[in-house]
């Protein structure tokens, strides 16, 4: 472990705000590595038992044992293995008050002649279907406790054109439109969902990437910036927001205003 990781990794004293996450249960997925260990390591620090799902079985558990939590390994892209998971977090932990549905992988292709059926099927498998199998598992689950909170992890590619990866920019699109309808949709539930938007984020993501970013001199946010803001996002009362977070900017939810609805402009 390096020494940047040992320093994320060392139990910092909770903010008060955090009190209500004593108690309380996480599942993170993909949180072997990257914004899933640090939201982890973050949640538990808050108070939290944290359940981490992923494929990568020698880092879940790593993060697990480091967190006194457990480990599960989950193909988000598969319903019943999210079931399975809900599942395994209900019977060792007593139940579910959190998801943060945040696996993830690149495209790794376009629409023209570099089209990859495989690669878009595991992209859109990973980056959208994850969520949607996610949040339908998890549901029954957090309507049992009485509510709960969903955050995807989304991204600033669903907020803006991405020229060079429409497909990666078409997964997260669909994950905000998700967050920004499924807030109200779940209100009565009282069970809030909201995305995640961060721009060139530590992750395995943009290791492909990282010469590009250097030569482009665009800093990489921190992991743990990422995990902060999640952390904000669930002892929070908001519902069907996506935040965005850029380097240098303060995390917030994007506005968005003035867009057509059927019968009049809609400030969300």
Known sequence: MSAAESRAAAPREAHPDNAALRG???IVTGGASGLGRATALTLA???AQVVVADLDARGGREVADMIGGHFRA???SDLDANRALVDFTQEQCGGVDIAFLNAGVATGCGVGDDFDLARYRRAM???LDGVVFGTHAVLPAL???GGGAIVATASLAGLAAVPLDP???ANKHAVVGL???LGPALAPDKVRFNAVCPGFAESR???PLRDLLAEQQLEVIPAQVVADTVLRMVTGDGTGECWFIQAGREPEPFRFRNVPGPGKLVEA
């Open 24 to 26: 309380k249960v996480a």
């Open 179 to 181: 967050a920004r309808s």
């Open 143 to 145: 309507r049992a406790r």
């Open 125 to 127: 498998g990973a980056n």
């Open 167 to 169: 497909l990666y920019a």
């Open 74 to 76: 989950c193909d988000v």
């Open 205 to 207: 993501i943009i290791d």
């Open 45 to 47: 620090q808050a108070g």
